[in-house]
């Protein structure tokens, strides 16, 4: 199993939507996880970080479930300028090495 | 600040050239860290460092080298070049390694063609 498993996308759903991707983990000693951002051909930006059950950012809602391993990211009236591919990142048993999952791919249409 | 910086933005080698990614920042990071990144692949770590004078191996190590002399500079040297490492290299830093618990700053990226 890889470390860290994201729904593929992508996801293309109509503005205003709410939409949930999720990311599986395997290492369950694991304490905090983080969503990034990723705009085409741009750098990764940090977008939420979960330390606990789980995080609330306006339309950004994270939550993570231990007894099952997995994270998620719910966008509620989602915008145009929320296309863009989500990354989880989950810190490898090791706590050094930060391993990304491969990404989920979002397009938000009018 | 300049955040992290890397240079240069783009680059075409020939099969067999060496050539060094520079990465740089200035907020006194103690972690630092490369990834590629391949289409459908995400991001995966080649080496990260968790301070001057300490380097490890990431998932994808083989055909880089890097060194870290200064808390600020963490270059990746490809020794000899292969299609296979046609990527966008991503330089990563943040505060501190540990546990992961703090925000990775991301340099603009390298775009790299290896013909």
């Known amino acids: 199993r890889k470390e860290v498993e994201q729904d593929p996308g992508p996801f293309n759903v109509p503005e205003g939507a709410t939409v949930a991707f999720n990311c599986t983990y395997s290492?369950?000693?694991?304490?905090?996880f983080f969503w990034y951002r990723q705009d085409c051909r741009k750098e990764p930006k940090l977008l939420m970080s979960?330390?606990?059950s789980g995080n609330e950012d306006g339309r950004f809602t994270a939550q993570l479930n231990r007894a099952s391993q997995y994270i998620s990211l719910l966008i509620r009236d989602s915008k145009l300028s929320d296309s863009a591919t989500y990354l989880c990142?989950?810190?490898?048993?090791?706590?050094?090495?930060?391993?990304f999952g491969s990404g989920t791919r979002l397009s938000i249409r009018p | 600040n300049a955040g992290v910086t890397q240079t240069p933005k783009f680059q075409v080698l020939k099969t067999g050239q060496s050539m060094t990614l520079q990465c740089a920042q200035d907020?006194?990071?103690?972690?630092m860290s490369w990834y590629r990144q391949d289409p459908g692949m995400g991001l995966r770590l080649i080496h990260y460092?968790?301070?001057?004078?300490?380097?490890d191996q990431g998932e994808v190590p083989n055909g880089y080298n890097v060194s870290r002399s200064t808390t600020e500079d963490f270059p990746l040297r490809l020794l000899s070049a292969a299609p296979s490492q046609t990527s966008v290299y991503f330089c990563?830093?943040?505060?501190?390694?540990?546990?992961?618990?703090?925000?990775?700053?991301f340099g603009p990226g390298t775009r790299l063609t290896v013909l």
């Open positions: 990563a830093s943040s505060t501190t390694g540990l546990a992961g618990r703090d925000e990775q700053f």
């Open positions: 290492n369950s000693a694991s304490q905090s």
């Open positions: 979960v330390y606990s």
């Open positions: 990142v989950v810190p490898y048993s090791s706590a050094s090495k930060i391993i």
């Open positions: 907020m006194n990071h103690e972690y």
């Open positions: 460092s968790v301070g001057a004078g300490i380097t």
